[in-house]
């Protein structure tokens, strides 16, 4: 069974794939947080909870393994290099006070996964200082230990944590697809070319597909 995607079709394997969810945080898609410390306009990445939703839905419901990233730094910044903490002209930077607690700062309120999406118990919840979700992580052991060789993407932003998340697992020899209409960028441009990106010259960094048509071949191929 194969899913409709791009640059050609994904090919699924024998055994469940494993669902990413990246980084659908306070801090990212709720005013007050990171994201909009930057100056972004969050709003646009609300459009794709939905979906997300859907998905992960659809995951459980197939008894996938789940894994939920959130960007986090240690309370007392030990994991935050100060290149990122002062990078950017910004009021308001990593571990300062925001109307949602310390930014981006493990544990405080605006770091949680937002309501809809929250983990349940049997689910991977992992905190990472950097952009990809395998850098100073155990990602990769639990892929591992559950022998997972396919993964899907989805969460935000697309050219950011997703993108280099994306990346970091098709060097370590993942099949990877990024879910198109599940994935968002505070620019639209960018998520664009980000979509286009990872499926160029063959899929160098691997597939891309809509919700819809990885919806039904998942459920088609590992339903009952
Ligand atoms: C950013 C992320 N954009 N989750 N983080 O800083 O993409």
Redesign the pocket.
């Known amino acids: 069974m194969n899913i409709d995607a791009k640059p050609y079709p994904f090919e699924l394997p024998e055994t469940l794939p494993a669902l990413i969810i990246?980084?659908m945080?306070r801090?990212?898609v709720e005013q007050g947080g990171?994201?909009s410390s930057?100056g972004n306009d969050v709003t646009l990445l609300l459009k794709i909870v939905p979906v997300v939703e859907r998905i992960l839905q659809v995951a459980r419901d197939l008894g996938m393994l789940v894994i939920h990233?959130r960007?986090a730094h240690k309370a007392d910044l030990s994991d935050c290099p100060e290149s990122k903490r002062m990078r950017g002209q910004c009021a308001v930077r990593i571990g300062d006070q925001g109307p949602m607690g310390r930014l981006l700062i493990d544990g405080e309120p605006g770091n949680e996964i937002i309501d809809t999406l929250k983990p349940l118990p049997g689910e991977y919840e992992i905190a990472k200082p950097g952009?990809g979700a395998f850098y100073a992580t155990a990602l990769q052991d639990i892929l591992s230990e559950h022998d997972i060789t396919h993964l899907f993407f989805c969460?935000?932003?697309?050219?950011?944590?997703?993108q280099?998340s994306m990346r970091e697992a098709n060097d370590r020899g993942y099949e990877c697809l990024l879910i198109e209409d599940a994935t968002e960028?505070?620019f639209p441009d960018f998520k664009q070319a980000t979509l286009d990106m990872i499926s160029a010259q063959g899929g160098i960094v691997g597939w891309t597909s809509p919700s819809e048509s990885v919806i039904s071949a998942l459920k088609s191929r590992y339903g009952q």
């Not at 969460?155 to 997703?162: I, L, Q, S």
């Open positions: 990246i980084d945080q801090d990212f990171f994201g930057l990233t960007e952009k969460g935000v932003t697309t050219e950011v944590c997703v280099t960028s505070y």
